[in-house]
């Protein structure tokens, strides 16, 4: 099925020769699909994955609303790879709400878990590149670590072939900030989900925050 994408603003500030800048001053995203996505990652060979709200979206099948930019998820260990294949690119580190330039050659902060990216040249942020953690063949959630699944079912793919995060552990990053477009994605998707998915969601909630609203709401499918 192919994916719309969203309308957005084209009004973009340069920051070409700018080192640090307030990234609410430059969230001026273009309009990517995830087969962008995979258009401009195709050539790495490490794992990769269409991520935040697009992800939820090639699981359920279809476009639910719509998205303000394009999260692709990579292992920290494979940047390197990642920044090599982007070579034409520029990259900054995002930060406690500031944008800081990548130097070319060098690899993101250990406490930097987020790169904005776009071309050369050009304006207006392509995606997002959201740096995840693993340890050997596990994934590994960067903000428990003690929360680890087997990479093989940290990634699904759908029908085109274009790789996703699985949905429980997308909504998992979702379930800190409670906005209103990840509850939407709560009850868009969970209901969707396999059994084995909301227990696995739900349990580990109990772990990172033992009050969360979906618990009910996940005890209650999960019985069904």
Not at 59 to 86: E, K, M, P
Not at 88 to 97: D, L, P, V, Y
Not at 100 to 108: F, H, I, N, S, V
Request: net charge negative; aromatic share 8%.
């Amino acid at each position: 099925m192919a994916f719309s994408s969203p309308s957005l603003s084209t009004n973009p500030i340069p920051v070409s020769t700018m080192a640090a800048v307030d990234q609410s001053e430059l969230a001026e995203w273009r309009a990517a699909s995830p087969a962008d996505g995979a258009s401009w990652l195709a050539g790495v060979s490490g794992p990769w994955w269409i991520a935040g709200g697009w992800a939820l979206d090639l699981f359920g099948g279809t476009q639910s609303r719509r998205h303000g930019d394009l999260d692709i998820g990579v292992l920290r260990r494979d940047v390197a790879q990642v920044l090599g294949t982007l070579s034409s690119w520029e990259f900054f580190e995002a930060h406690k709400g500031r944008l800081t330039r990548l130097q070319t050659g060098t690899l993101p902060k250990a406490e930097v878990n987020s790169l904005w990216c776009r071309p050369a040249g050009t304006t207006l942020w392509a995606m997002e590149l959201m740096l995840d953690a693993a340890d050997d063949d596990r994934w590994v959630f960067r903000r428990q670590p003690e929360i680890q699944r087997p990479l093989a079912t940290v990634i699904r793919w759908n029908p085109e072939g274009i790789p996703y995060l699985s949905p429980e552990i997308q909504l998992l990053y979702k379930a800190r900030s409670r906005r209103a477009k990840d509850q939407a994605d709560f009850d868009h998707i969970a209901p969707r989900m396999d059994s084995n998915a909301r227990a696995w969601l739900r349990h580990t909630l109990l772990r990172t925050d033992p009050e969360h609203e979906w618990l009910p709401s996940l005890r209650a499918q999960t019985d069904d």
